[in-house]
């Protein structure tokens, strides 16, 4: 299995440009998490999903979309990218039958600059 | 909502030393509490996770102490090694029933040979 893949690895953006952050699991999890990272700084949730089809916002999903069509993709989306957007972005995803919170698996990362 | 609180901010010791990391949690009603380890430019990887029915867990040079009542968690690492330097996150769910996670705001761990 990869587990969870993530590309790219690295994007430059200039400000007010759109872009779409991939993120694929092949260990049929049904839950999927986006996270950013700011430098020296923790995790913070920005959408996740329950499932195909259901997605919710997380702590700070203002200026981001995401889709869930199938059970192994969750792609992030940043419309009118702006300078605070920098950051490392990382997907991660769990499984729960009965819910509650699991353990969760992080992809490696995309390293994103808004200039 | 959840509220996790993660201390030291930054931790320095000697190879061989112990360290340990606490961290506070606000809704009484979280049953999973996972810590993870960042290695620098790296994803985080969990290295070791509790539930609420069980007060503590070993994996050889690492555990993680629960106390319900007093609403915090500790992981612990004995006879430290520089390989064990890295960033560590606690994380805890916004109570019951919840997939997701608070995270903590993370100790750097630095271990001299």
């Known amino acids: 299995n990869a587990g969870v893949t993530q590309t790219p690895k690295f994007r430059i953006l200039k400000i007010g440009q759109s872009m779409t952050l991939q993120c694929a699991q092949d260990?049929?999890?049904?839950?999927m998490y986006w996270y950013r990272q700011d430098p020296g700084m923790g995790l913070k949730l920005i959408y996740y999903s329950v499932g195909a089809g259901i997605t919710d916002k997380g702590e700070v999903p203002n200026g981001y979309n995401v889709s869930r069509s199938t059970t192994e993709d969750f792609p992030l989306r940043l419309e009118l990218a702006a300078p605070s957007q920098t950051s490392v972005y990382f997907c991660?995803?769990?499984?729960?039958?009965?819910?509650?919170?699991?353990?969760?698996?992080f992809g490696p990362g995309t390293r994103l600059t808004v200039t | 909502g959840e509220n996790v609180e993660q201390h030291p901010s930054t931790l320095s010791v000697q190879e061989g030393d112990s360290a340990v990391i606490k961290c506070t949690y606000s809704?009484?009603?979280?049953?999973?509490f996972p810590w993870y380890k960042q290695e620098l430019g790296k994803r985080p990887q969990l290295i070791i996770d509790i539930r609420s029915n069980v007060g503590e867990k070993k994996d050889q040079r690492i555990a993680v102490t629960l106390n319900k009542t007093a609403k915090h968690f500790s992981l612990h690492i004995t006879e430290t090694q520089p390989e064990d330097s890295a960033v560590y996150f606690c994380?805890?769910?916004?109570?019951?029933?919840?997939?997701?996670?608070?995270f903590g705001t993370g100790t750097r761990l630095l271990v001299s040979p």
């Open positions: 809704d009484s009603a979280s049953n999973y």
């Open positions: 994380a805890a769910p916004p109570g019951t029933g919840f997939q997701k996670l608070v």
């Open positions: 991660a995803s769990s499984y729960s039958e009965t819910g509650g919170a699991r353990r969760q698996y």
């Open positions: 260990m049929n999890h049904n839950y």
